[in-house]
């Protein structure tokens, strides 16, 4: 099925509302009314520049690519340019891509994209790597007044190799989430990695990010799951040695995770794979308070339970979700849903120590109903944000993490930063997603109704208030979305002058000339001239 290029996911496809006029009546009262947001009908009503590469230098990259494997084409060019936040969203919308990406090319192995880079560095060409396209912090953005290439790894998609002793599996960087799940379950195994955006994105493109998936606290986040890494980079190649530990000094797979494109292309990785879970259990419950949850939350994890999922939504969002739902009105508590995943008898052990601690703070057992209905649309919630678009609402998520000792209070300064940002006029909840035994994290969603005329400064207003608010209040500037531009300027903020320092070290080492994904996490070099 074609996929949407002014949205989320499928053409045709779109989030199914129990009560649709209960949920409106909900959203107008909350933000004051809405509107709509009007939209192109077709990518061919975009009006791109013409490519500034010119002929000699496309000749000279078709080359390793073959006549088929790159693009010129405007519509090809247009859904390579943006990603899908909501700054790209609504400029895709209008048919605004100002600087759009000179063409594509589609690689079909490593001999290729070594080849290609080589072409790039030499014409100082910026090269721009693409997974799934789902990046929605600017991260696919191109960035500066240089032709830009961007480098689609769709082909790369192969499963290498499964070593069912040691657990592991090497697959190129291309491959998408449901992809690499039905190869591994063939085999009894998971990679256990499923972010929201999993339907969609690449392999490579969560490890550029240091993605979380929704069952991290069982599984880890993407970087744990990492044994070994192979990287490109003008000129040259790092292969990170897939063992299971090692003293070597800095651990290069670690510095690759999270590097964004900007040194080089990931291009394959070997990943630690889990069992076929035998059976699962999740269940609902609702705690009088968020506080009151976040708590329990702690305690859990602080007695060491690996839960397959802990989701606790806080009141705000509690309130949204029934109105959503169709569920009972006017509930201001926090629900959280919990659920053990494993072997049958593992599974009944957890629960028989996780049930007291819930208890003990005032949880409410609901059944199994809310974790099925949240398994069932885990993926789908995207498709809700067009439906919000379509009628003139800004919808946008921010995420961050930070201590147990500092959750709270984060938590309320964040949200409090981005309701004056929205002049008192809009809805700002929260949910509990990643827990670890010393902190978890917090994943914001924003509503308003869209200032006309004025949308993304509107944006940019909130989105600069919450990352004061995170940095400032001792929250990690990114959780799992990565930094891409949107969170760029609060890197020296964060990590310190001696911390930026390294990172542009770095980049200089593997790309002198500046031309790996310009503009995004960190400058140095010619690229610093070039943006």
């Known amino acids: 099925m074609p996929?949407?290029?002014?949205?989320?996911?499928?053409e045709g496809k779109t989030f199914a509302l129990p009560e649709p006029e209960r949920f409106w009546e909900f959203v107008r009262s909350r933000l004051g009314g809405t509107g709509v947001s009007e939209r192109i009908e077709s990518l061919e009503r975009i009006a791109l520049r013409p490519s500034r590469l010119a002929a000699k230098v496309l000749q000279a990259l078709r080359r390793p690519a073959g006549k088929e494997g790159l693009s010129t084409d405007d519509p090809q060019r247009a859904v390579h340019s943006l990603g899908k936040g909501y700054r790209d969203l609504l400029r895709i919308r209008r048919g605004e891509i100002p600087n759009p990406t000179d063409a594509v090319i589609y690689p079909e192995g490593e001999e290729q994209v070594a080849a290609i880079l080589e072409e790039a560095a030499e014409r100082g060409v910026a090269v721009i790597p693409f997974g799934g396209g789902t990046s929605v912090v600017g991260g696919l953005e191109p960035v500066g007044e240089g032709p830009t290439l961007t480098l689609d790894l769709r082909q790369m998609n192969r499963v290498l190799r499964l070593d069912p002793v040691a657990r592991t599996a090497t697959v190129e960087a291309g491959i998408l989430g449901p992809a690499l799940e039905a190869r591994l379950k063939a085999e009894g195994f998971t990679l256990g990695h499923f972010p929201q955006?999993?339907?969609?994105?690449?392999?490579?493109?969560?490890?550029?990010?240091?993605?979380?998936?929704?069952?991290?606290?069982?599984?880890?986040?993407?970087?744990?799951?990492?044994?070994?890494?192979?990287?490109?980079?003008?000129?040259?190649?790092?292969?990170?040695?897939?063992?299971?530990?090692?003293?070597?000094?800095?651990?290069?797979?670690?510095?690759?995770?999270?590097?964004?494109?900007?040194l080089g292309v990931i291009t394959q990785a070997t990943v630690r794979l889990s069992p076929l879970p035998a059976a699962s259990d999740y269940r609902g419950y609702l705690f009088p308070s968020f506080e009151a949850g976040v708590t329990a939350a702690r305690e859990v994890m602080q007695s060491e339970l690996r839960p397959a999922i802990l989701r606790l939504s806080d009141e705000a969002e509690t309130e949204v979700n029934i109105a959503m739902q169709g569920g009972p009105e006017g509930v201001r508590a926090g629900l959280l849903i919990v659920g053990f995943a494993g072997e049958e008898e593992q599974v009944r052990a957890d629960w028989q120590r996780a049930e007291p601690i819930l208890a003990r703070h005032e949880g409410q057992p609901l059944g199994s109903g809310p974790g099925e209905a949240w398994q069932r649309s885990r993926f789908e919630l995207p498709y809700l944000?067009?439906?919000?678009?379509?009628?003139?609402?800004?919808?946008?998520?921010?995420?961050?993490?930070?201590?147990?000792?500092?959750?709270?209070?984060?938590?309320?300064?964040?949200?409090?930063?981005?309701?004056?940002?929205?002049?008192?006029?809009?809805?700002?909840?929260?949910?509990?997603?990643?827990?670890?035994?010393?902190?978890?994290?917090?994943?914001?969603?924003?509503?308003?109704?869209?200032?006309?005329?004025?949308?993304?400064?509107?944006?940019?207003?909130?989105?600069?208030?919450?990352?004061?608010?995170?940095?400032?209040?001792?929250?990690?500037?990114?959780?799992?979305?990565?930094?891409?531009?949107?969170?760029?300027?609060?890197?020296?903020?964060?990590?310190?002058?001696?911390?930026?320092?390294?990172?542009?070290?770095?980049?200089?080492?593997?790309?002198?000339?500046?031309?790996?994904?310009?503009?995004?996490?960190?400058?140095?070099?010619?690229?610093?001239?070039?943006?």
């Open 3 to 10: 996929m949407k290029w002014w949205g989320w996911g499928e």
């Open 197 to 262: 955006s999993f339907e969609y994105s690449s392999l490579g493109g969560w490890i550029a990010t240091r993605s979380a998936g929704q069952n991290s606290t069982l599984y880890g986040k993407i970087e744990e799951r990492v044994q070994g890494v192979r990287l490109l980079f003008p000129g040259g190649a790092i292969t990170t040695p897939p063992v299971p530990a090692a003293a070597a000094g800095p651990d290069l797979t670690q510095l690759i995770a999270g590097s964004e494109g900007v």
């Open 385 to 531: 944000r067009d439906t919000l678009l379509d009628h003139g609402i800004m919808v946008d998520t921010l995420e961050t993490a930070t201590t147990w000792d500092r959750y709270l209070g984060l938590h309320q300064r964040v949200q409090e930063a981005m309701a004056e940002a929205m002049d008192k006029r809009g809805i700002v909840m929260a949910h509990l997603s990643h827990s670890y035994p010393d902190g978890a994290s917090i994943y914001y969603t924003f509503l308003a109704r869209q200032s006309e005329g004025r949308e993304l400064e509107q944006w940019q207003r909130v989105k600069d208030a919450a990352s004061e608010a995170i940095v400032s209040g001792g929250g990690a500037l990114s959780h799992h979305h990565g930094i891409g531009t949107d969170h760029r300027p609060w890197m020296s903020a964060y990590l310190g002058s001696g911390g930026v320092r390294v990172l542009a070290a770095l980049k200089e080492a593997l790309d002198p000339r500046g031309i790996m994904n310009p503009g995004k996490l960190v400058a140095s070099g010619e690229e610093s001239e070039r943006v």
